[in-house]
């Protein structure tokens, strides 16, 4: 069984570098290793630089695909060959711009969810793809990997037409002992009440180390205490003009020359 904690746990284990603890991580994943990219396998080194650690979570993160084939075999990860998946990441739910950077390094994810209209068509599994296919992108990045996600959600405007409680458990099990990710802290403003209820249930399966990074705040100013306020969009008070539809064009653009970097290659059941 994956170790839940270490979700939230530090990346120094060994003097080594992930580069330098490469080689040894394809010896100890054999076959396992075949087709997967150094630049995957460094996720892992990076998340833990720790052979027996991130070849452990390698593991497990295929152990879960196994079990959990609607997020990359089902159908596509890829906003090009999904149309769904498509639709939703331009409706502004999560957006992660690579500059988003919070003041610590690491890389900031902003959520919106009163853009999530669960009536709209859209199904549970299909927002949790439209999270970790962001997350999947997110990883891609150097300084995600090195210092991990931060997690800011406005929960302004938000009504129960807009949440279930199926996602976020959904999304934690995904995250939490299978992907290659460290959350360093989540804060969340504007949180209704129906919302804090729907978490308090939540929090029970997350790890404790995890559920200390975990903030509810009152005021944007904690935020800013965390994300360099001009960093965020105009209506937290910075100056970011951010249009979904150009990000995810953006994408299809990779994945149709070939220079994304997808966790969807780590699993044999994709080769």
Request: hydrophobic share 40%; with cysteine; aromatic share 8%.
């Amino acid at each position: 069984m994956p170790d839940a904690t270490d979700v939230t746990s530090a990346t120094t284990t060994t003097s080594a570098t992930p580069e330098e603890l490469l080689p040894a991580l394809k010896t100890e994943l054999g076959d396992a290793a075949d087709g997967v990219s150094d630049e995957n396998l460094l996720k892992f080194l990076r998340w833990k630089p720790s052979v027996e650690r991130a070849a452990g979570r390698f593991r497990d993160h295929q152990k879960w695909r196994e079990s959990n084939p609607f997020v990359f075999e089902d159908r596509p990860l890829q906003a090009s060959k999904d149309d769904e998946l498509k639709r939703i990441l331009e409706t502004d739910v999560v957006i992660a711009p690579e500059d988003f950077v919070s003041k610590k390094g690491s890389a900031v994810l902003c959520g919106r969810l009163r853009n999530n209209d669960m009536a709209d068509g859209r199904t549970v599994e299909d927002v949790v793809r439209m999270v970790l296919f962001t997350m999947d992108r997110v990883l891609e990045r150097e300084h995600a990997q090195v210092h991990g996600i931060t997690l800011f959600y406005d929960m302004k405007g938000v009504t129960s037409k807009n949440i279930h409680v199926g996602i976020p458990r959904l999304l934690l099990n995904a995250i939490i002992g299978h992907f290659p990710i460290r959350i360093a802290s989540a804060y969340i403003l504007n949180a209704p009440f129906i919302f804090k209820g729907m978490f308090a249930m939540i929090q029970l399966a997350m790890p404790p180390k995890l559920r200390k990074r975990f903030h509810f705040v009152s005021s944007i100013d904690e935020v800013y205490e965390v994300i360099d306020k001009d960093l965020l969009l105009e209506e937290h008070g910075g100056k970011r003009v951010h249009e979904s539809s150009e990000w995810v064009a953006l994408q299809m653009q990779r994945e149709s020359n070939g220079s994304v970097i997808s966790l969807e290659e780590c699993f044999d059941g994709a080769k």
